[in-house]
T-cell receptor, first 115, second 111 residues
Framework: DAMVIQNPRYQVTQFGKPVTLSCSQT?????MYWYQQKSSQAPKLLFH???????NEADTPDNFQSRRPNTSFCFLDIRSPGLGDAAMYLC??????????????FGPGTRLTVL | QKEVEQDPGPLSVPEGAIVSLNCTYS??????FMWYRQYSRKGPELLMY????GNKEDGRFTAQVDKSSKYISLFIRDSQPSDSATYLC???????????FGAGTTVTVRA
């Protein structure tokens, strides 16, 4: 089955210790997104890649970086996690960026805990 | 003011009841409307989408859009325990990549 896979599902890190979250897709979609979802809040888009083109949301902190080495993989790097970065991180893909419905396919998420 | 406001819930209903979920939005430029369903420990999945005012039915689900009131709804008829999930409304501008989500409403259908 074509899908979006996130690893690990649960990540515990210490305050200030860099962490990397991984996303892979077998859908061969052009676009990959990273969202942050805190409890009882709407998912918040951090950035997205269209192919190799990186697009950062204006309010995404500098502490968050991303890499997309190839079509299938995308990484979220948190350089110095703070307690406020504890959240569910969702990776999503879509075929294109425009059009409708241009469905986004989500992975199961990585729950990040910061101690 | 948030762009998209969603009734926070949670909702708990008996099996067979009608579930009504609602979102309001502030920007009339939103033209496309979606409902995503998110089961526990899973990512959201697209449930329904529409771009016009009025009703759209898909089995037990009806999506309703009222652009003049900036109000969208999702109705679930004959609800089942398998409908227990968090439902997120989402909307987008034409030709934009970005989805604006509501915070979600958690629904529990009791057997």
């Amino acid at each position: 089955d074509a899908m979006v896979i996130q690893n690990p599902r649960y990540q515990v890190t210490q305050f200030g210790k860099p962490v990397t979250l991984s996303c892979s897709q077998t859908l061969n979609h052009n676009v990959m997104y990273w969202y942050q979802q805190k409890s009882s809040q709407a998912p918040k888009l951090l950035f997205h890649y269209y192919d190799k083109d990186f697009n950062n949301e204006a309010d995404t902190p500098d502490n968050f970086q991303s890499r997309r080495p190839n079509t299938s993989f995308c990484f979220l790097d948190i350089r110095s996690p703070g307690l406020g970065d504890a959240a569910m991180y969702l990776c999503a893909t879509s075929r294109e960026t425009g059009g409708f419905p241009n469905e986004q396919f989500f992975g199961p998420g990585t729950r990040l805990t910061v101690l | 003011q948030k762009e998209v406001e969603q009734d926070p819930g949670p909702l708990s209903v008996p099996e067979g009841a009608i579930v009504s979920l609602n979102c309001t939005y502030s920007n009339s430029a939103f033209q496309y409307f979606m409902w995503y369903r998110q089961y526990s420990r899973k990512g959201p999945e697209l449930l329904m989408y529409t771009y016009s005012s009025g009703n759209k039915e898909d089995g037990r689900f009806t999506a309703q859009v009222d652009k003049s009131s900036k109000y969208i709804s999702l109705f679930i008829r004959d609800s089942q325990p398998s409908d227990s999930a968090t439902y997120l409304c989402a909307m987008k501008y034409p030709d934009d990549y970005k989805l604006s989500f509501g915070a979600g409403t958690t629904v529990t259908v009791r057997a």
